[in-house]
């Protein structure tokens, strides 16, 4: 019988993250990473909008606020390291009215708080900058904010933590806990020291079969993107409207993508399970049940203005509209190019069951032997290798 020190759930950029730091700081350790699909990275981790968020929207005691600025250096010099695309085309945020200029100035305090570079640009200057873009007296200019491939860095991070040592193990979902050091999975038992539950969309499930996580439901949100494959806009950067700071989501805005497509989305549509990507792809009645009942009890209390949310989402389907949120922030420019969907992705959003909240920071809860990390959401790929050497140091 063979004891792992660390057996890691998740093959995403946290799982993965979670690997290279303990193989760092405990070289001799034993790590075994499970993943249930065929490779990693298939669920958020290669399929999110692959910005390097710069560190600017989070409060400064947040761990957000903390991990975002380093994990986008280390994050760059990653990429840097392996070859990989970066697409250094920086991001503004603009104003479409002067009801908005407040939000700006909130966010450059909190840029300031957290030590994140951001330049003011009147308007005439971002017009000579960036020609598409438009805004109302003055936007804000984030020069750290790059675009990577998500896809290329997680291929690139598995094979380096396996280099280290690690032992990854596809296809091989967690199915139970057995007891005080052991699991069951797909592939048979494993026993272990430590147990790291890094699974995104199922990490709340795990994390209460082991006593942790009890205060939290994930409700999952999915994101879907309209792609200009060949640019006919013009993109030049990223293009942010001023978000609404109450809720985690950054609002519709464009994309520039490592390959230099342009892509605008994404939505945070409620999703009704939780790889409910297209059609009935991994249907799962229990949860559908388990979502409709708490979306059902949000939209009744209308909790964070859910039913505006909810409405106000969906009505993103129609792509017009869609398209109509996109090019308040832009000047004419050749839409047509938008044509097709692109592969969407959906966030482990976790809620508070008590306070019927949407956590906005991560939450890592260790219960004897084991240590969960919940709500992993946005920048947490930015964010992959500063939180989880964080992590280790804190927790193993
Ligand atoms: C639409 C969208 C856009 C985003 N844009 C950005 C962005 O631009 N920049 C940014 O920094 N962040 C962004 N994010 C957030 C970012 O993608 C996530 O924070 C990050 O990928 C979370 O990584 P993870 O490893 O926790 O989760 P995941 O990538 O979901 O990995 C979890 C893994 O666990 C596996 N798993 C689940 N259950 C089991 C089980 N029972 N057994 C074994 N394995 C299991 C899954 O298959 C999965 O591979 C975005 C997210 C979305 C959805």
Not at 104 to 116: H, P, Q, S, T
Request: hydrophobic fraction near 40%.
């Amino acid at each position: 019988m063979h004891v792992y020190d660390y057996l890691i759930i998740g093959g995403g950029i946290i799982g993965l993250g979670l690997a290279k730091a303990l193989k760092t700081r405990y070289p001799e350790a034993s790590v075994v990473l499970i993943e249930k699909e065929r490779s990693p990275g298939a669920h958020s981790s290669g399929r999110n909008s692959g910005v390097l968020h710069a560190g600017f929207y989070y409060t400064a005691d947040s761990l957000k606020a903390r991990f975002t600025r380093e994990g986008n250096a280390t994050m760059h010099a990653f990429c840097e390291e392996n070859g990989l695309k970066i697409n250094r085309c920086g991001k503004v945020v603009v104003a479409q009215n002067a009801g908005e200029l407040e939000g700006l100035e909130e966010l450059k305090r909190r840029g300031d708080a957290n030590g994140v570079a951001l330049e003011w640009m009147s308007e005439e200057a971002l017009r000579a900058r960036f020609p598409e873009a438009k805004t109302f007296q003055k936007a804000l200019f984030s020069p750290s904010t790059s675009t990577v491939n998500p896809k290329e860095v997680v291929k690139a991070l598995a094979l380096h933590v396996k280099a280290l040592g690690v032992e990854i193990r596809t296809q091989c979902a967690y199915e139970a806990r057995l007891g005080k050091d052991a699991v069951l999975t797909s592939q048979g038992p494993l026993f272990f020291n430590t147990l790291i539950n890094a699974a995104g969309l199922y990490a709340d499930t795990i994390a209460q079969e082991f006593g942790a996580g009890k205060a939290y439901v994930i409700i999952p949100f999915k994101g879907i993107y309209l792609k200009d494959a060949h640019n006919h806009m013009g993109l030049s950067t990223n293009i942010y409207p001023v978000p609404n700071l109450a809720n985690p989501f950054l609002g519709v805005h464009y994309t520039l993508t490592a390959e230099g497509a342009a892509k605008i989305g994404p939505t945070a549509i409620p999703a009704l399970w939780r790889e409910n990507y297209q059609g009935v792809e991994n249907f799962s009645l229990h949860e559908l049940g388990q979502i409709a009942w708490y979306e059902a009890k949000l939209f009744a209390t209308n909790a964070f203005g859910f039913r505006a949310l909810a409405v106000e989402e969906v009505r993103k389907y129609q792509k017009s509209y869609f398209l109509g949120l996109a090019t308040a922030l832009t000047h004419e420019r050749d839409h047509n190019g938008f044509d097709a969907w692109s592969e969407p992705g959906i966030r482990a959003q976790l809620l508070n069951t008590d306070t019927l909240e949407l956590v906005q920071d991560f939450i890592v809860e260790r219960e004897g032997n084991t240590v969960h990390i919940l709500n992993a959401v946005s920048p947490a790929f930015t964010c992959a290798f500063s939180f989880t050497e964080w992590v280790v140091e804190e927790y193993m």
